[in-house]
T-cell receptor, first 113, second 111 residues
Framework: GAVVSQHPSRVICKSGTSVKIECRSLDFQATTMFWYRQFPKKSLMLMATSNEGSKATYEQGVEKDKFLINHASLTLSTLTVTSAHPEDSSFYIC?????????FGPGTRLTVL | GESVGLHLPTLSVQEGDNSIINCAYSNSASDYFIWYKQESGKGPQFIIDIRSNMDKRQGQRVTVLLNKTVKHLSLQIAATQPGDSAVYFCAERGTGNQFYFGTGTSLTVIP
């Protein structure tokens, strides 16, 4: 069964609005979660590492003010795309580590009009 | 930087045949590997893993082989079914518990 969930699975928004994506670990605690972005037919691109109780670690080139990450509890991390623009349209996927394995959520398809 | 690559970007197999998907990795210190299956519009699904102290591991219809000498990983799917059509990619765990993911091989099963 699934070990990581995401919500929503799909979102369409107008340019300039902000969108929040939730990532939850199911039945286990995740002090660290990871946020990826994936373009069609491309590999996963790590955006940031979300750390419970502390600031997220962003990869080079990822704007921390654009992609706000909050890891408020041991089972929940959120990614907020602020002032979204069409170029932010993508597939966003989170993941968490359980028993040394890396498990992914089902992904969130963001479309910015 | 470390890289994980796949030899073949696409693979077509006849239903019922066996599939072999390959992956090359570059970091000889990587100690743990995972194969994922990603269907269109979905997140990657954990299929099978293997530690570096093993050469082979079997699951249900899937087998992963690890050749550390040539830094090569393969995924074998027995009796491939239409539901196996997806992108498959490998991941290696390198130093600092970092995971690196390959681009993926698109498997198409022909009925």
């Amino acid at each position: 069964g699934a070990v990581v969930s995401q919500h929503p699975s799909r979102v369409i928004c107008k340019s300039g609005t902000s969108v929040k994506i939730e990532c939850r670990s199911l039945d286990f605690q995740a002090t660290t979660m990871f946020w990826y972005r994936q373009f069609p037919k491309k590999s996963l691109m790590l955006m940031a590492t979300s750390n419970e109780g502390s600031k997220a670690t962003y990869e080079q080139g990822v704007e921390k003010d654009k992609f706000l990450i909050n890891h408020a509890s041991l089972t929940l991390s959120t990614l907020t795309v602020t002032s979204a623009h069409p170029e932010d349209s993508s597939f966003y996927i989170c993941s968490a580590t359980l028993n040394q394995g890396r498990y992914f959520g089902p992904g969130t398809r963001l479309t910015v009009l | 930087g470390e890289s994980v690559g796949l030899h073949l970007p696409t693979l077509s197999v006849q239903e019922g045949d066996n599939s072999i998907i390959n992956c090359a990795y570059s970091n000889s210190a990587s100690d743990y590997f995972i194969w994922y299956k990603q269907e269109s519009g979905k997140g990657p699904q954990f299929i099978i893993d293997i530690r570096s102290n093993m050469d082979k591991r079997q699951g249900q219809r899937v087998t992963v082989l690890l050749n550390k000498t040539v830094k090569h990983l393969s995924l074998q799917i027995a009796a491939t079914q239409p539901g196996d059509s997806a992108v498959y990619f490998c991941a290696e765990r390198g130093t600092g518990n970092q995971f690196y993911f390959g681009t993926g091989t698109s498997l198409t099963v022909i009925p």
